[in-house]
């Protein structure tokens, strides 16, 4: 069945065409260049994997409850629409949230993609194009299995929401060559870890956990990259220079909270916009959601050197400000542990499994002998 059959919005043209700016740089220094990042582009070598093995598809899923949602986390809970909405209903309710979630995810990792081999092109520095092809490959894997996971367990898609195409197309039109990697390695991979993370941290379903904690041990690696090359490269800039930063920065952020309502999906259900706007925003769990998905990019933004005073208002205003000070390399740290013990569990749990198969098949042999 074509992608475009599973829609539940029509997504306007086939191909979203993203004039191309800047220039392609060519380096003929083939020195080793920064040990800390030609450790990480090992580390991207090392890390590559497969998702259509390490990865169980044949764990079955709900489509009507694909990551055992809670009714409290729905926007809907505990108005007049909830009342009135049948069991069924809540259930293709949650189908549609959990499509508009993964869709983002997967538009998003298209849009990573793109950006990862954008700076493969415009990076000056030949240790910083090794491993921005790293991550190509990775966000390639990522939008695979993304793909899978809606078109053979959900089966349905949603559009790109508005903001989030927004903020690519600034990225990507920028002839800046770190646009790139502050719109999609700080902003969009920043809040896409955040997002990846609450999810895979509260759900019961074993497929969206291996698939969200696989795709997060990859996509700390990228948050690393994007925080080493910059925090050098803007130590370099004007005062101006940083203030351009900034302000893109603060763009970003609001266009990214504004995008977390999943507005979408209520007008859907047959709910005027402005009503499903409100609904979302007097909705707790949203409002603790949108604190927590700054938890990975305002520390970030600190830790590069974007600081200034009306970013820090912005947060404020946000009130994310607080975030500046966590451990970013503590999360960072857990993203690959949960990864790894969650590897462990699965073949451990194999492994029994096929010990017991072999005793059984042993027991019955000698038993009809």
Same mark, same amino acid.
């Given at each position: 069945?074509?992608?475009?059959?599973?829609?539940?919005?029509?997504?306007?043209?086939?191909?979203?065409?993203?004039?191309?700016?800047?220039?392609?740089?060519?380096?003929?220094?083939?020195?080793?260049?920064?040990?800390?990042?030609?450790?990480?582009?090992?580390?991207?070598?090392?890390?590559?994997?497969?998702?259509?093995?390490?990865?169980?598809?044949?764990?079955?899923?709900?489509?009507?409850?694909?990551?055992?949602?809670?009714?409290?986390?729905?926007?809907?809970?505990?108005?007049?629409?909830?009342?009135?909405?049948?069991?069924?209903?809540?259930?293709?309710?949650?189908?549609?949230?959990?499509?508009?979630?993964?869709?983002?995810?997967?538009?998003?990792?298209?849009?990573?993609?793109?950006?990862?081999?954008?700076?493969?092109?415009?990076?000056?520095?030949?240790?910083?194009?090794?491993?921005?092809?790293?991550?190509?490959?990775?966000?390639?894997?990522?939008?695979?299995?993304?793909?899978?996971?809606?078109?053979?367990?959900?089966?349905?898609?949603?559009?790109?929401?508005?903001?989030?195409?927004?903020?690519?197309?600034?990225?990507?039109?920028?002839?800046?060559?770190?646009?790139?990697?502050?719109?999609?390695?700080?902003?969009?991979?920043?809040?896409?870890?955040?997002?990846?993370?609450?999810?895979?941290?509260?759900?019961?379903?074993?497929?969206?956990?291996?698939?969200?904690?696989?795709?997060?041990?990859?996509?700390?690696?990228?948050?690393?990259?994007?925080?080493?090359?910059?925090?050098?490269?803007? &130590?370099?800039?004007?005062? $101006? %220079?940083? +203030? =351009? *930063?900034? #302000?893109? /920065?603060?763009?970003?952020?609001?266009?990214?909270?504004?995008?977390?309502?999943?507005?979408?999906?209520?007008?859907?259900?047959?709910?005027?916009?402005?009503?499903?706007?409100?609904?979302?925003?007097?909705?707790?769990?949203?409002?603790?959601?949108?604190?927590?998905?700054?938890?990975?990019?305002?520390?970030?933004?600190?830790?590069?050197?974007?600081?200034?005073?009306?970013?820090?208002?912005?947060?404020?205003?946000?009130?994310?400000?607080?975030?500046?000070?966590?451990?970013?390399?503590?999360?960072?740290?857990?993203?690959?542990?949960?990864?790894?013990?969650?590897? &462990?569990?699965?073949?451990? $749990? %194999?492994? +029994? =499994? *096929?010990? #017991?198969? /072999?005793?059984?098949?042993?027991?019955?042999?000698?038993?009809?002998?």
């Amino acid at each position: 069945m074509s992608t475009h059959d599973l829609y539940a919005q029509a997504p306007g043209e086939p191909v979203w065409q993203v004039p191309a700016t800047g220039a392609a740089r060519f380096n003929w220094d083939y020195d080793d260049g920064r040990d800390r990042l030609l450790a990480l582009y090992q580390k991207g070598k090392d890390k590559q994997w497969d998702g259509a093995t390490r990865i169980d598809w044949d764990l079955e899923v709900d489509p009507y409850d694909p990551l055992g949602t809670p009714d409290e986390a729905m926007s809907l809970y505990g108005t007049r629409h909830w009342a009135k909405l049948t069991e069924k209903d809540k259930g293709e309710l949650r189908r549609h949230y959990s499509s508009w979630q993964f869709s983002q995810f997967l538009h998003g990792e298209q849009g990573a993609m793109i950006c990862a081999a954008r700076i493969v092109e415009s990076v000056p520095d030949m240790d910083a194009k090794f491993y921005s092809a790293t991550q190509t490959m990775d966000e390639a894997r990522h939008a695979e299995i993304y793909s899978r996971f809606l078109h053979e367990k959900i089966g349905m898609l949603y559009p790109i929401n508005d903001n989030l195409q927004s903020l690519l197309g600034d990225t990507l039109r920028d002839s800046r060559w770190d646009m790139p990697y502050l719109g999609m390695q700080v902003l969009i991979e920043g809040l896409a870890l955040a997002a990846f993370g609450m999810i895979r941290d509260t759900t019961d379903k074993p497929l969206p956990k291996q698939i969200l904690a696989y795709v997060m041990q990859d996509e700390a690696r990228h948050v690393a990259f994007g925080r080493m090359a910059l925090r050098d490269y803007y &130590r370099q800039l004007t005062d $101006a %220079e940083l +203030r =351009e *930063r900034e #302000e893109f /920065v603060i763009e970003g952020c609001y266009l990214m909270r504004d995008r977390l309502r999943g507005v979408e999906v209520l007008e859907n259900f047959g709910i005027p916009k402005k009503e499903a706007e409100a609904l979302s925003e007097q909705s707790d769990f949203l409002r603790l959601f949108r604190k927590l998905l700054f938890s990975r990019i305002v520390p970030c933004v600190k830790d590069i050197g974007l600081w200034g005073e009306r970013l820090q208002k912005a947060y404020l205003d946000m009130g994310v400000f607080d975030l500046g000070d966590s451990n970013l390399d503590l999360l960072m740290t857990q993203d690959e542990e949960i990864a790894e013990a969650l590897d &462990r569990e699965r073949f451990a $749990a %194999e492994e +029994r =499994e *096929r010990v #017991e198969e /072999v005793a059984t098949a042993i027991a019955e042999g000698g038993a009809s002998a």
